[in-house]
């Protein structure tokens, strides 16, 4: 079951001068969740397209199934199911047509099509909206047509370029659901998302990426382990005391990180340094004992600063 | 859920039917899924706009042939026989009718598709090959423009104005000329990327149209003029048709062939190398 679905050995790709990844490894397993996070513009979803056979490297190595997709484009992509980041229904056609004409692409008989189309629809909770335009889809819709269409060449790897991005809540929960139930069927998936609730929920092991570069690899909880503690308490002593309250309390716990509005102070127990807190004299206006949590890891190895 | 796909083949068996065939990179010989694609497409757009483009020249054959045609009485043709001057700017606007309903397709709506509707970024996420989609589109586009051919044959035909049984083989050469623009077509508009650019296909289509030997013969012109105008697909295409339906077989028709295979060619060539460089660098 360990088999290598995806391996990248010096994976490096460059637009001119500007380098987008930068020389990384990693390996994808059979039936495994594999997360790709980072800011805008870490490379994620540079490295999606070279995994989906759609752009080439411009060094490295890479081997989908064993095959290299720069020789054996089509072949490797018969292989993969693709969910891009921006939704490319095809608007002139129904919502079955898009199902039915995207399996013809890959050469699947008419036959097969017909029974597969319905079992999609069922799958992405459709079937009402079998002969609509897709323009009259909410955005939920799209996304769940979306991955429906990605299945039915029936691949082993989906690969999803931030699948749950402008959705709201419950568009969310039945997407993560869906994806759930394929990686129960041993679909492999790989996720590059933003949302770090979304790789905690799907993801068996990720890479953190910021620069083109691997910042960090491992399970959701490993990672907070090694880059984080197990609770991080937040106070706020209103803007005019932050700074004052944050000399005096730079001691405690494990890390403390000043912000403009608030201290976080990441240790093993929140409740504990919260006291002690109070026992110095200070009175926070309020405070916060939360798990630690990816985003925490996140910020930590890719920083706060905004990236456009 | 891959109960269902036991009796079928999979998309994985019908990709490694072709592996280690040459060019299995670029083509895998699917072409035809575009077409199924385009016809679906076809079925839910207004009827409206195909209908016009093919009444153009027929708008354009009845102003000029019989309007005009009624003053000016007959032209002489390229060995000196006198023709009606609806004859000969018939096999014209079938050429044009040709070149019309290819351009279509292979210019604007290849634009839209490629840069509003992500299509190509879509079909070539699946395990076509940029050859395929080529071939398929420009296929697309030459099917529109034989179909404006047959239909403006069956206008001309009955009015008397094939009078030669060699005309039959003007539909065949629509094709052929379908085929040229369709590829040449889509080719440059794959390297379009704003609407001004693409208006300098209208600014070069139109003069192409009045100037290309369709509505007087060439020899009007000063001898530099003509053979600029010779060098254009447009006139290639109407010597080509027009001496097939006023009979004038010769080996002349070769040289438009030739020119016709070189400029699909030509059109296959840099669609496939662009579509590469834009949705798969």
């Known amino acids: 079951m360990a088999e290598a679905m995806i391996k ?16 990384i490894n990693f390996e994808v397993k059979k039936g495994e969740a594999f997360g790709l996070l980072g800011p805008n513009g870490a490379g994620k979803s540079t490295t999606m397209r070279m995994i989906s056979a759609t752009s080439q490297r411009t060094a490295g190595d890479l081997h989908i ?19 891009p980041q921006s939704d490319n229904l095809d608007r002139e056609l129904k919502v079955w047509e898009n199902l039915f004409i995207y399996g013809r692409y890959f050469g699947l008989s008419r036959a097969f099509l017909k029974k597969k189309v319905d079992e999609l629809l069922a799958f ?42 402008g959705l709201d809540p419950q568009a969310r929960h039945v997407l993560w659901d869906r994806l759930f139930r394929l990686k129960e069927q041993g ?26 570069r691997i910042m960090a690899e491992g399970s959701p909880a490993e990672l907070i382990k090694q880059y984080s503690s197990k609770e991080v308490l937040e106070v706020r002593f209103g803007s005019t005391k932050n700074a004052e309250a944050a000399q005096n309390i730079s001691g405690l716990g494990d890390r403390v990180e000043v912000l403009p509005d608030r201290i976080l102070i990441y240790t093993e127990d929140g409740e504990k340094v919260l006291k002690q807190i109070v026992k110095l004299g200070f009175e926070p206006v309020t405070s916060l004992v939360r798990r630690s949590s990816l985003e925490d890891v996140f910020l930590r190895l890719t920083g706060r600063q905004l990236v456009d | 859920m891959s109960l269902i796909g036991a009796t079928y083949d999979s998309a994985i ?35 409206l706009t195909v209908f016009s483009g093919f009444v153009e020249p027929v708008f354009y054959l009845l102003a000029f042939g019989l309007g005009l045609g009624n003053l000016i009485g007959g032209v002489t043709d390229g060995s000196g026989h006198p023709v009606s001057y609806a004859a000969f700017i018939a096999p014209a606007l079938l050429a044009t009718s040709a070149m019309n309903g290819a351009i279509y397709d ?11 509707q992500k299509f190509y970024n879509t079909v070539l996420s699946t395990s076509m090959g940029p050859l395929d989609v080529a071939l398929g589109e420009i296929s697309w586009g030459l099917l529109r423009g034989l179909a404006y051919a047959i239909g403006f044959m069956a206008v001309i035909t009955p009015m ?53 030997g ?21 006139w290639q295409a109407v010597e080509m048709i027009r001496a097939l339906c006023l009979g004038q077989i010769g080996l002349g028709l070769l040289s438009h062939v030739i020119y016709f295979v070189v400029m699909i060619s030509i059109g296959l060539v840099f669609t496939t190398r662009r579509l590469t460089a834009l949705f798969m660098r």
């Open chain 2, 13 to 47: 068996a019908i990709a490694e039917r072709r592996s280690g065939k040459l060019g299995s990179n670029l083509y895998v010989g699917r072409s035809s899924a575009l077409l199924e694609r385009n016809l679906l497409a076809v079925r839910s757009s207004t009827w």
């Open chain 1, 65 to 83: 199934l064993g095959k290299d997709p720069n020789q054996k484009g089509p072949e490797i992509r018969a292989h993969l199911g693709v969910v």
């Open chain 2, 106 to 116: 292979s210019t604007w709506n290849v634009f839209f598709k490629m840069h509003f």
């Open chain 2, 160 to 212: 008397g104005l094939v009078p030669s049984w060699w005309g039959i083989l003007a539909i065949p050469a629509s094709l052929l000329v379908a085929f040229g623009f369709s590829s040449f077509g889509m080719a440059v508009t794959s390297y379009f990327k704003s609407f001004q650019q693409m208006n300098w296909l209208n600014i070069f289509m139109l003069p192409m149209f009045l100037f290309s």
């Open chain 1, 8 to 23: 990248a050995v010096g994976l490096t790709k460059k637009f001119e001068e500007f380098v987008a990844v930068d020389g």
């Open chain 1, 187 to 212: 679909v492999t998936l790989v996720i590059t998302t933003h949302y770090m609730d979304e790789a905690e929920q799907l993801c068996d092991r990720l890479i953190v990426m910021d620069k083109g």
């Open chain 2, 214 to 234: 369709t509505f007087y013969p060439l020899s009007v012109y000063p001898e530099w003029l003509q053979s600029i105008i010779q060098a254009f697909p447009l």
């Open chain 1, 124 to 165: 992405a909770q459709l079937e009402e909206k079998r002969d609509a335009k897709t323009d009259s889809l909410s955005g939920g819709m799209k996304r769940r047509l979306t991955i429906a269409r990605a299945l039915v060449s029936e691949p082993e790897i989906l690969l999803l370029d931030e699948p749950t991005t």
